[in-house]
């Protein structure tokens, strides 16, 4: 269960059950406050991302505020909603405790003519190694990353960023010890097209063939050619040309 609140300027959601306590970090941390608390900052490219450890245990605080793509970010949040309340709703519903993904404690977000122009989550830290680091991971892993991900969109979830660092194998000693769990997911809408993106993507970190060439996998692959296409007309190299869907005969991206 979920609690909504206002401190200062921003809207937040949080855990009902330890709402004071999250109230309370949060103003601090968003003060930039760290009296006591431990800090690891890891590189993002979309804000600021920090592994923190308090006497409430250690969590993962990210503050979102887009230097690129910034337009369309806000456009879609005017229209469809905020993503870091679309994922902790959408985690609440489907109990995180007992789903492989970090859990959220809270989102926050600050809102500008009905935009959002800033963000911020508190989530689980899972322990353990990135899939990245552990050698032979396509082979031994790539299977569970395709069921997470099922799982995901059937709970009406995507991950929206799906490669090898953000999945997790649990250490031992800890509640996921051996089991893959997903990371820093998105919250963006579930559709065919976001669906679509995750399996194609899957497809080329872990090697899981795409089973479903659906319509939202020909629009993927449109905006990829089309995205293509113009880099050309530039002058500039084609990128993600290996995210374009293999079609029978093994010609890539060919009319099945």
């Known amino acids: 269960m979920l609690k909504s609140a206002r401190v200062g300027e921003w809207r937040v959601l949080c855990e009902a059950e330890r709402a004071e306590a999250l109230l309370r970090l949060f103003e601090r941390l968003v003060a930039d406050d760290w009296t006591g608390v431990e800090r690891l900052e890891f590189a993002s490219t979309t804000g600021r991302v920090f592994k923190i450890r308090t006497a409430a245990g250690t969590f993962v605080f990210k503050h979102e505020r887009r230097e690129h793509h910034s337009a369309d970010h806000r456009w879609q949040s005017f229209f469809f909603g905020s993503n870091t309340r679309r994922l902790i709703r959408a985690l609440d519903r489907a109990g995180a405790r007992n789903f492989p993904a970090a859990e959220v ?17 508190l989530a689980e830290f899972v322990e353990g190694e990135t899939l990245g680091r552990v050698p032979g991971y ?3 892993y790539g299977a569970e990353v395709a069921a997470l991900l099922a799982r995901l969109h059937a709970a009406g979830l995507v991950h929206g960023d799906v490669h090898e660092r953000n999945f997790v194998l649990g250490a031992a000693g800890t509640p996921y010890a051996g089991r893959v769990v997903g990371i820093d997911l998105s919250g963006k809408r579930a559709t065919r097209y976001t669906r679509a993106e995750d399996r194609i993507r899957l497809r080329r970190t872990f090697g899981v063939e795409n089973p479903v060439r659906d319509l939202g996998a020909r629009v993927f692959e449109l905006r990829v050619r089309l995205r293509n296409f ?6 500039r190299a084609e990128i993600n040309a290996e995210l374009l869907l293999p079609a029978e005969g093994g010609k890539k991206g060919s009319p099945q």
């Open 230 to 235: 113009f880099r050309r007309l530039r002058g």
């Open 138 to 140: 396509r082979e031994k």
């Open 105 to 121: 404690f809270l989102a926050a977000d600050r809102y500008r003519f009905g935009s959002v122009v800033e963000s911020y989550l």
